[in-house]
Structures are given as structure tokens and as C-alpha cells.
């Protein structure tokens, strides 16, 4: 049984930084990729990142380009996202997931991921 849990939200001002991270258990992540996705209060949930399990490709949605990176240690079984210049708009619970995605649009599709996590708040104040 896959498990993903995801840690690190919180309140942080305008302009400051959290680390999220997701750690992975029960199953075979080789060929996996692990994404991150975020839901705004009465809003879709929406593509943030995502990296691949073995090559460490990385892809990214345009607004957090520059200011968040993905990465992931295979020995913790662990995808962190380091979010700097945070945003209010950025405020969000984000979700950790994993899938087979293979390249950037099919990253960006929720239906492509088999497990999730419970989510954690990130809120961002002005």
C-alpha cells in the first residue's frame, strides 16, 4: 500500500520561503513521477510541479518557474518542494502525488496519478 505524506506547510509572510515535503513508502518508485499539485478555496486543483523518480527530470507550471524547485532523495524515499518569494496567491493546500506521467502535459493531469497524499495548508499573508 502506497503511502504518501506530506509535511512542511505553514503561515509565512509575503516575500518568505517553506520547504514541503512528501515522504514515499510501500512501493517502487523507480519509474514513478512524483508531483505536486495545489487547491485554492473554491478553486480546481491545479498543476505546481513534478519530477521524475529516476532521471530527475523536472517540470515546472510557468507562474512558480524561478521561485520553486523540486527535487527528491532516493535514499529517504522523500520529494521536497522549495517554495522562495512566496505569494498570497500561492496560499493553497498542497498535495503530494505519484503516477507514471512520462512528459510535461501528461504531468500536469491529476487523473494521471494513482496515489495522493492528505495535503498540507500553505498560507501566505500580505
Known amino acids: 500500500q502506497v503511502q504518501l505524506v506530506e509535511s512542511g506547510g505553514g503561515l509565512v509572510q509575503a516575500g518568505g520561503s517553506l520547504r514541503l515535503s512528501c515522504a514515499a513508502s510501500?512501493?517502487?518508485?523507480?519509474?514513478?513521477?512524483m508531483g505536486w499539485f495545489r487547491q485554492a478555496q473554491g478553486k480546481e486543483r491545479e498543476f505546481v510541479t513534478a519530477?521524475?523518480?529516476?532521471?530527475?527530470?523536472?517540470y515546472y507550471e510557468d507562474s512558480v518557474k524561478g521561485r520553486f524547485t523540486i527535487s527528491r532523495d532516493k535514499a529517504k524515499n522523500t520529494v521536497y518542494l522549495q517554495m522562495n518569494s512566496l505569494k498570497p496567491e500561492n496560499t493553497a493546500v498542497y498535495y503530494c502525488?505519484?503516477?507514471?506521467?512520462?512528459?510535461?502535459?501528461?504531468?500536469?493531469?491529476?487523473?494521471?496519478?494513482?496515489?495522493w497524499g492528505q495535503g498540507t495548508q500553505v498560507t501566505v499573508s500580505s
Open positions: 510501500g512501493g517502487t518508485f523507480r519509474t514513478a513521477t
Open positions: 502525488a505519484a503516477g507514471r506521467p512520462y512528459n510535461y502535459y501528461s504531468a500536469r493531469v491529476h487523473s494521471n496519478y494513482d496515489y
Open positions: 519530477i521524475t523518480w529516476s532521471a530527475g527530470i523536472t
